[in-house]
C-alpha cells in the first residue's frame, strides 16, 4: 500500500498564482515559470505530477524546464577551471616523518608491553575468569589487527581500464551532491568507460535540481534518474544497477568525493579473476567540523587501515564502505532480486546496503580492500546524529553477522576465527564492563583500575598508529584516546538495544518514508535526460 499525500489546496492555488504571474524571459522563453518551477519544487515541495496538471504539460516536460533554470552557466564559469571536489592532501617533511617514527616505535612497545603484561597473568584466571579470559581475548584480537594489517599490499597497477559505471543514490542531500558529483566528472579515467548514474531517491529538497544542474553541464555522462516518491536507498542502487550493463558497478555516497586517480587505483584489485568486491579508502571530509567529526577522523582511518587492511590479507573483507566501493556485474546480479527484497524476521531490510551486498558477493568471491583508492565523505557532526547512524549501523551488523556466520566458516581459518570472534566480542563487552565497573568494586574485589587502564593504553595504540600512518603530524591522534572513553561511556551499551530493536525500519538520520508499514510498494522511476 502507498501512501500519497496531496498538497493542500492553498498551496495548490498558490502555485497556480505564482506561475499565472511569471514573466516571460527576454529570449522568447518562458524564462519566469521555469524559474518558479525551481522555486515551488525547492521551497514549497509541489510534486512534477501536480505541476503538470496545472501547466497542462506531461512530468518530463516539467523536469525538463526546471532543470534549464536550475542550470545557467555564465561566460565567466564556463571559462573559469572547476574548483576540485577532492581535498588535496599535502605531503609531509623531515620533522613530520622524525615524530610519525618515534609514534611507530613507541606503538610497538606499548602492544609488546601489554601482550607481556597479559601473558604473566593468565594464573588470574582462576580468581576473576571472566575478566581474565576477556581482556586476553581482546588483546590478542587487536593485536592481530595490527600485526596482519602490516602485511597488506596495495595492489600494483595492472592497466587495466574495464567499463564501469559509477552509482549515487541520494535523499536530501543538496548542500553535498553538486560537490559529489563533481568528483566523479574529474576523475581520472577514460570518459567513454565510465557512465554515472545519479539517482534522486524522491528528495523533498534541491536534490534533484542540484543533479540536473551538474547533468546540464556535463556533455551527456551524468543520467540522472528521478523516483516519484522516496523508496529507500537499496531501491535507488538496484535502479542505477538495472540501468546500465557495465562490467564492474561502483557506488559512491551523495556526501562523498573521490580522489581523481581513486576509480583507476581501485580497479586494478580486478585484475584477479576471483575477486568480486573491492572497498576504498574512507577519510573525513569535514574533520574540523566539531569534535564529534575529529573522533570519526581517527577511527574511520583506524577501521580502514588496520581491519580492513587485515581483512584484505585473507581476501576476507566483512563490509565493502558506502562510501567508495565496486562489484563486478557478474557476483552481484545472481542475488541482486534477493539483496533489493531482503527481509529480516518479517520486515523489509531498509539500510545495511553495503554490508548485505558485501555478504552476497563474498559467499563465492574474494574481497579486498585498496588503500590507495580515497574517497572522503561527510560524517555526522552532533551527538544526537552520530548516536543514531550507530544504533542503525549496529542494527545491521547484527542482522548481516548472523548471515555472515552462515558461511564465513568456509574462509581462511584465520579470517573465519577472526571474524566469528569479531562477532562474539560486542556481545559480550557489557557484560564484562559491568563486572569490572561494578559488580567486583561492590564485593570487595578492588576498583577497576586495571580494566580502565586497559582501555587507556589500547585507545593510546589506536591514536599513536594514526599519528604514525598519516603522511603529516596531526594532533588529531588524541581524539583516539577521547573516542575509546566515548564508545565505553555511551556506545557499548547500544549493542542491546540495536539488537533488541533489529527488526526497526527507522533510518533514524533522515526523514525517509520508505519501507514503513504502510508504503512497501515499488512506484515506477522517471529517468530524466
Given at each position: 500500500?502507498?501512501?500519497?499525500?496531496?498538497?493542500?489546496?492553498?498551496?495548490?492555488?498558490?502555485a497556480s498564482l505564482d506561475l499565472a504571474r511569471a514573466e516571460p524571459a527576454a529570449d522568447g522563453h518562458d524564462g519566469g515559470i521555469e524559474q518558479t518551477l525551481v522555486e515551488l519544487t525547492?521551497?514549497?515541495?509541489?510534486?512534477?505530477?501536480?505541476?503538470?496538471?496545472?501547466?497542462?504539460?506531461?512530468?518530463?516536460?516539467?523536469?525538463?524546464?526546471?532543470?534549464?533554470?536550475?542550470?545557467?552557466?555564465?561566460?565567466?564559469?564556463?571559462?573559469?577551471?572547476?574548483?576540485?571536489?577532492?581535498?588535496?592532501?599535502?605531503?609531509?617533511?623531515?620533522?613530520?616523518?622524525?615524530?610519525?617514527?618515534?609514534?611507530?616505535?613507541?606503538?610497538?612497545?606499548?602492544?609488546?608491553?601489554?601482550?607481556?603484561?597479559?601473558?604473566?597473568?593468565?594464573?588470574?584466571?582462576?580468581?576473576?575468569?571472566?575478566?581474565?579470559?576477556?581482556?586476553?581475548?581482546?588483546?590478542?584480537?587487536?593485536?592481530?589487527?595490527?600485526?596482519?594489517?602490516?602485511?597488506?599490499?596495495?595492489?600494483?597497477?595492472?592497466?587495466?581500464?574495464?567499463?564501469?559505471?559509477?552509482?549515487?543514490?541520494?535523499?536530501?542531500?543538496?548542500?553535498?551532491?553538486?560537490?559529489?558529483?563533481?568528483?566523479?566528472?574529474?576523475?581520472?579515467?577514460?570518459?567513454?568507460?565510465?557512465?554515472?548514474?545519479?539517482?534522486?531517491?524522491?528528495?523533498?529538497?534541491?536534490?534533484?535540481?542540484?543533479?540536473?544542474?551538474?547533468?546540464?553541464?556535463?556533455?551527456?555522462?551524468?543520467?540522472?534518474?528521478?523516483?516519484?516518491?522516496?523508496?529507500?536507498?537499496?531501491?535507488?542502487?538496484?535502479?542505477?544497477?538495472?540501468?546500465?550493463?557495465?562490467?564492474?558497478?561502483?557506488?559512491?555516497?551523495?556526501?562523498?568525493?573521490?580522489?581523481?586517480?581513486?576509480?583507476?587505483?581501485?580497479?586494478?584489485?580486478?585484475?584477479?579473476?576471483?575477486?568480486?568486491?573491492?572497498?576504498?579508502?574512507?577519510?573525513?571530509?569535514?574533520?574540523?567540523?566539531?569534535?564529534?567529526?575529529?573522533?570519526?577522523?581517527?577511527?574511520?582511518?583506524?577501521?580502514?587501515?588496520?581491519?580492513?587492511?587485515?581483512?584484505?590479507?585473507?581476501?576476507?573483507?566483512?563490509?565493502?564502505?558506502?562510501?567508495?566501493?565496486?562489484?563486478?556485474?557478474?557476483?552481484?546480479?545472481?542475488?541482486?532480486?534477493?539483496?533489493?527484497?531482503?527481509?529480516?524476521?518479517?520486515?523489509?531490510?531498509?539500510?545495511?546496503?553495503?554490508?548485505?551486498?558485501?555478504?552476497?558477493?563474498?559467499?563465492?568471491?574474494?574481497?579486498?580492500?585498496?588503500?590507495?583508492?580515497?574517497?572522503?565523505?561527510?560524517?555526522?557532526?552532533?551527538?544526537?546524529?552520530?548516536?543514531?547512524?550507530?544504533?542503525?549501523?549496529?542494527?545491521?551488523?547484527?542482522?548481516?553477522?548472523?548471515?555472515?556466520?552462515?558461511?564465513?566458516?568456509?574462509?581462511?581459518?584465520?579470517?573465519?576465527?577472526?571474524?566469528?570472534?569479531?562477532?562474539?566480542?560486542?556481545?559480550?563487552?557489557?557484560?564484562v564492563a559491568v563486572h569490572a565497573l561494578v559488580m567486583l568494586p561492590a564485593v570487595g574485589g578492588g576498583a577497576p583500575v586495571l580494566y580502565i587502564v586497559g582501555v587507556y593504553v589500547m585507545?593510546?595504540?589506536?591514536?599513536?598508529?594514526?599519528?604514525?600512518?598519516?603522511?603529516?603530524?596531526?594532533?588529531?591522534?588524541?581524539?583516539?584516546?577521547?573516542?575509546?572513553?566515548?564508545?565505553?561511556?555511551?556506545?557499548?551499551?547500544?549493542?542491546?538495544?540495536?539488537?533488541?530493536?533489529?527488526?526497526?525500519?527507522?533510518?533514524?538520520?533522515?526523514?525517509?518514508?520508505?519501507?514503513?508499514?504502510?508504503?512497501?510498494?515499488?512506484?515506477?522511476?522517471?529517468?530524466?535526460?
Open positions: 500500500m502507498v501512501l500519497a499525500l496531496a498538497p493542500p489546496p492553498t498551496l495548490a492555488a498558490a525547492q521551497k514549497h515541495g509541489v510534486g512534477d505530477d501536480q505541476l503538470a496538471r496545472l501547466l497542462g504539460w506531461s512530468p518530463e516536460e516539467v523536469a525538463r524546464r526546471r532543470a534549464l533554470a536550475a542550470a545557467p552557466v555564465s561566460e565567466a564559469e564556463a571559462d573559469a577551471p572547476p574548483a576540485p571536489a577532492a581535498p588535496r592532501t599535502q605531503p609531509g617533511g623531515r620533522l613530520d616523518l622524525a615524530v610519525r617514527a618515534v609514534a611507530g616505535m613507541y606503538l610497538v612497545f606499548l602492544l609488546a608491553a601489554v601482550l607481556l603484561y597479559k601473558s604473566a597473568f593468565v594464573k588470574m584466571v582462576t580468581v576473576s575468569p571472566l575478566l581474565t579470559m576477556y581482556s586476553l581475548v581482546v588483546v590478542c584480537y587487536i593485536s592481530s589487527r595490527f600485526l596482519f594489517s602490516a602485511f597488506y599490499r596495495t595492489c600494483a597497477d595492472h592497466g587495466l581500464e574495464p567499463h564501469v559505471a559509477v552509482i549515487m543514490p541520494a535523499f536530501n542531500e543538496q548542500a553535498a551532491i553538486g560537490r559529489s558529483l563533481r568528483s566523479l566528472l574529474e576523475l581520472d579515467y577514460p570518459a567513454e568507460k565510465l557512465e554515472i548514474v545519479a539517482v534522486n531517491d524522491g528528495s523533498t529538497d534541491g536534490t534533484l535540481a542540484e543533479m540536473q544542474r551538474v547533468a546540464a553541464r556535463a556533455n551527456g555522462r551524468v543520467r540522472v534518474i528521478d523516483f516519484a516518491t522516496n523508496r529507500g536507498k537499496r531501491a535507488a542502487m538496484a535502479a542505477g544497477i538495472r540501468a546500465t550493463a557495465a562490467e564492474i558497478i561502483a557506488f559512491v555516497d551523495s556526501d562523498s568525493v573521490l580522489d581523481s586517480q581513486a576509480m583507476r587505483i581501485l580497479m586494478q584489485r580486478f585484475h584477479d579473476p576471483k575477486v568480486g568486491g573491492v572497498c576504498g579508502h574512507a577519510d573525513v571530509l569535514n574533520v574540523s567540523a566539531s569534535w564529534m567529526t575529529k573522533m570519526q577522523a581517527v577511527r574511520y582511518f583506524v577501521a580502514f587501515s588496520v581491519n580492513k587492511a587485515a581483512e584484505s590479507v585473507f581476501n576476507v573483507v566483512m563490509c565493502c564502505s558506502g562510501c567508495f566501493s565496486a562489484y563486478r556485474r557478474e557476483a552481484v546480479m545472481p542475488r541482486l532480486e534477493w539483496w533489493e527484497q531482503q527481509t529480516f524476521l518479517g520486515r523489509p531490510s531498509t539500510f545495511g546496503d553495503d554490508r548485505s551486498l558485501t555478504n552476497c558477493v563474498l559467499r563465492d568471491w574474494k574481497v579486498q580492500y585498496e588503500a590507495r583508492a580515497l574517497s572522503h565523505t561527510i560524517v555526522p557532526d552532533t551527538f544526537r546524529q552520530f548516536m543514531r547512524q550507530q544504533l542503525r549501523w549496529k542494527r545491521s551488523w547484527t542482522r548481516e553477522s548472523v548471515i555472515a556466520a552462515s558461511f564465513v566458516w568456509r574462509k581462511h581459518p584465520v579470517a573465519a576465527v577472526s571474524a566469528y570472534v569479531g562477532m562474539l566480542l560486542p556481545v559480550v563487552a557489557p557484560v585507545s593510546v595504540c589506536y591514536g599513536l598508529y594514526f599519528a604514525a600512518r598519516k603522511p603529516r603530524y596531526d594532533c588529531l591522534w588524541v581524539y583516539g584516546i577521547i573516542f575509546c572513553f566515548f564508545y565505553l561511556a555511551f556506545l557499548l551499551w547500544q549493542t542491546y538495544w540495536a539488537i533488541i530493536t533489529t527488526r526497526s525500519a527507522s533510518w533514524g538520520t533522515r526523514p525517509s518514508t520508505a519501507a514503513t508499514e504502510t508504503e512497501l510498494a515499488m512506484p515506477g522511476a522517471q529517468v530524466v535526460p
